[in-house]
């Protein structure tokens, strides 16, 4: 029985679709007209979103000029999974940074590449988040999107505080809500 086939990378391995989809993020990245990007990666739980993700920060690093990265999650177990998958792909982020100590800072410290936060703690304070995402070149990554609606809170918070990110990933195993409800950052016909 095969496994599934491996793509060597710039120094990393890779699926086949992870490597896919990093292709395609970087085109579409390029191909911006507007100096904005929004991509969305849909797949089934545990195929690979956070280390795809990571990847795509990677690139975002190292060939678009990306110098802060901010990932937001649903829950704390979330959260506490991301900084080890990161770090595979040389983006080091941190799950300890507070609303408090980036209130006062008005910066991510300059030996990180990003943090990670929970919706919760968006919801707290966008505005820091917003100042952040507009003083720097950001990526935003939403973890689970489909926790966010535009109409409720976790969503009008990341509207408000990410409208000026460079590149917004929204990922997660449905990219829709079952209440109806629409995802900030993402495009429906």
């Known amino acids: 029985m095969k496994g599934p086939k491996l793509i060597q990378s710039e120094g990393h391995s890779l699926l086949e679709w992870q490597f896919e989809c990093d292709e395609k993020f970087k085109e579409k990245v390029e191909q911006s007209s507007t100096g904005t990007t929004d991509f969305s990666l849909a797949c089934a739980p545990n ?45 080091t982020l941190s799950k300890e940074i507070t609303n408090r100590t980036l209130a006062k800072h008005q910066r991510i410290a300059i030996d990180l590449d990003g943090i990670i936060i929970t919706y919760g703690q968006l919801t707290q304070n966008p505005d820091t988040f917003r100042k952040l995402s507009h003083i720097s ?30 590149i917004r990933l929204s990922m997660s195993g449905t990219l829709f809500r079952s209440d109806g409800g629409f995802i900030p950052f993402q495009e429906y016909k």
């Open 47 to 91: 195929a690979g979103k956070t280390d795809a993700a990571s990847r795509m920060m990677y690139s975002a690093k190292k060939h678009m000029e990306i110098k802060e990265f901010i990932v937001v999650c649903p829950s704390e177990i979330i959260k506490n999974q991301w900084p080890s998958t990161a770090q595979k792909y040389g983006v």
């Open 137 to 166: 070149k950001t990526m935003v990554c939403f973890d689970e999107t489909h926790h966010m609606a535009i109409n409720k809170s976790w969503g009008a918070a990341a509207l408000e505080a990410f409208e000026f990110a460079k």
